[in-house]
């Protein structure tokens, strides 16, 4: 019996789309606190869920819940249009649950990250930072991957160029929209750290790292032979050790 419509699988077929999801934070300056914010809070910050390089991820996500800590009016933050993201002010530091929730041609349940609120730095020069109020950022590179998607959420993820509706008058033309991608940027920029460039970067790191691994390993072996045969020549010299009951 054939699937219902909109619920057969493209078999054998496996399709990522890589974001990023993370917190920026700042601390208040003296001179300038937000009047609304209570009198214990020191930091202004927000969490996100947007593309790597910014592009729209919205063609596969509909919409993005971010359950903040209890201590929130209004906990759980639902943000159902780009971008997806919720700006607060708070003292402490916290686990947020992100939830995804994608679009419904997809057929695809909710997933859920956890993601750690930094307010402050922990890596570099740490006192300089504080003195700076520089932004303290804490953001991660995931992707997720849909497993035999259903037909209509195969094209929605690989269609070709689309044509999109113009707002001219009679006559008017639509505009190429280019066809999603799930390629990361070549090169990276001031606003992101994810590329190739890095990638192909941190491959040479790791392969650098194993030749020192086999090397060390190499070294062992070899002064374990020469151990192996100084015991030798000692047991033929001198007689293999009487064992103690």
């Not at 990522?16 to 917190?23: A, K, L, S, V």
Request: charged share 30%; with cysteine.
């Amino acid at each position: 019996m054939p699937a219902p419509a909109g619920t057969k699988r493209v078999r054998g077929v496996q399709i990522y789309r890589p974001f990023i999801y993370g917190t920026e934070a700042i601390p208040f300056d003296p001179e300038n606190r937000p009047k609304d914010a209570p009198p214990d809070h020191t930091h202004k910050w927000k969490v996100f869920v947007r593309g790597v390089n910014n592009e729209d991820i919205s063609y596969w996500l509909r919409k993005v819940q971010f359950k903040l800590h209890d201590t929130y009016a209004n906990s759980v933050r639902m943000i159902e249009s780009p971008p997806f993201e919720v700006e607060e002010t708070g003292w402490g530091e916290f686990e947020i649950a992100i939830k995804f929730y994608f679009v419904p041609d997809s057929t695809e349940k909710p997933q859920q990250i956890w993601h750690g609120l930094k307010l402050h730095p922990y890596y570099g020069d740490v006192e300089q930072q504080k003195r700076d109020r520089s932004m303290v950022t804490s953001v991660c590179y995931e992707e997720v991957l849909f497993n035999e998607p259903v037909e209509a959420f195969y094209d929605l993820l690989t269609g070709g160029a689309q044509v999109t509706k113009s707002k001219g008058g009679k006559g008017a033309k639509g505009a190429i929209k280019a066809p999603p991608t799930a390629e990361i940027p070549l090169k990276s920029s001031g606003a992101n750290k994810f590329s190739k460039e890095e990638e192909n970067k941190e491959l040479d790191r790791l392969g650098e790292a194993v030749k020192q691994v086999q090397k060390l390993i190499a070294e062992e072996k070899t002064k374990l032979v020469e151990e192996e045969a100084k015991l030798q020549e000692l047991e033929k010299t001198e007689g293999k050790p009487i064992k103690k009951k």
